[in-house]
């Protein structure tokens, strides 16, 4: 089985940066992973993903170039590095892996899910 923990949230200024962690445990080779958020009331929206071996990286249009996902597989480590924050951006935001497939923005497809960590951007 896999548990994933993320870290690194917290409350920053609009055109801040923060660098989100997500940590596992248990066996992940050839996992996809991603990252999701959702906003109070909202829908859980798709925002990156990455391949196994770091290959292939798809965002979603609203976080391409502000934001970059990126994998140490040798820690068990995924990260999100978000710069440029803007309000839109505060929602709780998890990591998710994938076992199977290809990589995908379908949450649909991932089986294990993180409890999530909280960003807050003030304006």
């Known amino acids: 089985q896999v548990q994933l923990v993320e870290s690194g949230g917290g409350l920053v200024q609009a055109g801040g940066s923060l660098r989100l962690s997500c940590t596992a445990s248990g066996r992940t080779f050839g996992y996809h992973m991603g990252w999701f958020r959702q906003a109070p009331g909202k829908e859980r929206e798709f925002v990156a993903a990455?391949?196994?071996?770091?290959?292939?990286?798809y965002y979603a249009d609203s976080v391409k170039v502000r934001f970059t996902i990126s994998r140490d597989n040798a820690k068990n480590t995924l990260y999100l590095q978000m710069n440029s924050l803007k309000p839109e951006d505060t929602a709780v935001y998890s990591c998710?892996?994938?076992?199977?497939?290809?990589?995908?923005?379908?949450?649909?497809?991932?089986?294990?899910w993180g409890q999530g960590t909280q960003v807050t951007v003030s304006s």
């Open positions: 998710a892996a994938d076992p199977y497939g290809s990589i995908s923005y379908d949450p649909d497809e991932y089986d294990y």
């Open positions: 990455i391949s196994w071996n770091a290959g292939r990286t």
